[in-house]
């Protein structure tokens, strides 16, 4: 940082400052506290944190020095405040995946494609947003979410929000903007899953997948061509027409 961005001596006294009126605050929400989850506890406790990352950065910036505190992030939910008795419930999943192995990914759609005389777009299998598509048109996201090695897919973080509602929306009602509207304060419980929380993940991951590869860490992809032509010699229904391709359960 430049000489000319630099705060001031005068900014890191002030943020000094505001750390030590917030630290009387939330002490007085403590001592004052009506529950486990008294809402001015939590919003002293947020103000504190603010106060300190504030001072703490202006510290650095000025000084080159830093403080021994660590500011928590926002890994918890603010109090709840919806119905006691919901009479509906709204249920947000993200799931994120990184493709990596596009051929395997592709080679999975072909097999949808020559299945499925329905399948949308001829030749849709051939790019990597057309197999998607067609995958994930083709099965339910659970599906993918317990096969995603097998569609050439790698999972990243994920997360599930349970949030009370008063009412049910009206048919339609949200479609076009399905998660503007969360209110953190209607979550009655939600699940993450994350490799930061993974203890063993750097242990050099699973040694059966190791086995699977090949010697330049790639699985073996040809097989899905061959296995494909067999599938297409077998599986036709009682007219001889493909039978729809069916998931295993």
């Given amino acids: 940082m430049s000489d000319a961005a630099q705060p001031t001596a005068a900014e890191v006294r002030a943020a000094a400052e505001a750390v030590k009126t ?20 939590y919003d002293a406790f947020n103000e504190l944190a603010a106060a300190a990352e504030a001072y703490d950065e202006l510290l650095y910036d000025r000084y080159d020095e830093v403080t021994p505190f660590e500011i928590p992030g926002e890994d918890t939910l603010p109090p709840y405040t919806g119905p ?14 990184a493709v990596a192995e596009p051929q395997r990914l592709m080679a999975q759609a072909r097999r ?28 339910e996201p659970d599906e993918i979410a317990s096969r995603h090695k097998e569609f050439g897919l790698e999972e990243g973080d994920s997360t599930l929000w349970v949030t009370a509602a008063d009412e049910s929306a009206e048919p339609g009602e949200w479609l076009e903007a399905p998660f503007e509207q969360v209110d953190p304060e ?29 010697e330049d ?19 036709l229904d009682e007219d001889g027409e493909p039978a729809r391709l069916e998931a295993d359960r």
């Fill in 112 to 139: 949808v494609e020559a299945a499925d005389e329905d399948a949308p777009g001829a030749g849709a299998s051939g790019t990597v947003h057309g197999a998607l598509g067609l995958l994930f048109g083709e099965f």
């Fill in 217 to 235: 860490g790639e699985a073996d992809l040809p097989d899905l061509d061959e296995d494909l032509d067999t599938d297409l010699d077998t599986d």
């Fill in 186 to 214: 209607r979550v009655v419980c939600r699940f993450d899953v994350s490799a930061v929380f993974d203890e063993e993940f750097d242990d050099g991951g699973d040694d059966e997948d190791d086995e699977d590869e090949g």
């Fill in 84 to 97: 006691e008795e919901p009479s509906a419930l709204s249920v947000l999943i993200r799931r994120d995946y």
């Fill in 22 to 41: 917030a630290l009387d605050r939330h002490l007085a929400a403590v001592e004052r506290r009506s529950g486990e989850e008294d809402p001015a506890v």
